[in-house]
């Protein structure tokens, strides 16, 4: 079974709390305490992303995090990536590993299907 890690899901839950103050800026004290995870964790979570480039932060009065593009452009993957490492639903469609059966199997086109929506 596919399981996300505590940091995949609480990036998860941050940056839902950033997007949904974008395009203005959120602090980690506000997405902590509206998604119950502390802070000292958040912010090793919250450093990932903006190392991923997902997020930028600025310190200070008014400071926070802010996404770098529009919410819509960025996918469960593009935030799991950073944390989890490469995300693949199964490994037919992982380029690395490949599959000699694609042309003959029925389940690799669902599968193709939902790693896109990841």
């Not at 839902?16 to 395009?23: D, V």
Request: with cysteine; proline share 6%; aromatic share 8%.
């Amino acid at each position: 079974m596919f399981k996300l890690s505590t940091k995949g899901r609480y990036a998860v839950r941050a940056m839902y709390e950033i997007a949904k103050a974008y395009p203005n800026g959120v602090t980690l004290d506000q997405i902590s305490a509206h998604q119950n995870i502390s802070r000292v964790y958040l912010a090793q979570i919250l450093n990932r992303l903006r190392q991923a480039r997902l997020i930028k932060s600025s310190r200070g009065p008014g400071g926070g995090y802010v996404l770098r593009r529009n919410p819509e452009e960025i996918s469960l993957y593009d935030i799991l990536e950073p944390l989890e490492g490469p995300v693949c639903i199964a490994s037919c469609i992982d380029p690395a590993e490949g599959c000699d059966e694609i042309e003959k199997c029925v389940a690799y086109p669902i599968w193709e299907k939902v790693g896109q929506y990841i």
